[in-house]
């Protein structure tokens, strides 16, 4: 799940609001809150408060770029509606 929240952040230069994190990534506002926590407490994501939105870090791409090379590795392969 971090993965795809921050492939769908990484899509969008302008970052991305809570409500469409969620809708994107089909969680409830419980579990959007507690992955987006986790993800900004580790600065792969940071909160903009001026904007109230969502924006990836470089850490945050680095992230997304070794997971996305593990998974081609191992042939895992995304449904069309996934990052």
């Not at 899509?11 to 969620?22: A, H, S, V």
């Amino acid at each position: 799940m971090f993965a795809s929240i921050l492939g769908f952040a990484a899509r969008e230069r302008e970052g991305l609001n809570f409500t469409r994190l969620m809708y994107l990534t089909f969680l409830s506002r419980a579990q959007g809150i507690e992955y987006l926590d986790e993800l900004v407490e580790n600065s792969l994501l940071v909160y903009d408060i001026n904007t109230k939105k969502f924006k990836i870090t470089e850490k945050g791409r680095r992230f997304f770029q070794i997971v996305e090379e593990l998974e081609k590795m191992a042939g895992f392969r995304r449904s069309p509606n996934d990052i």
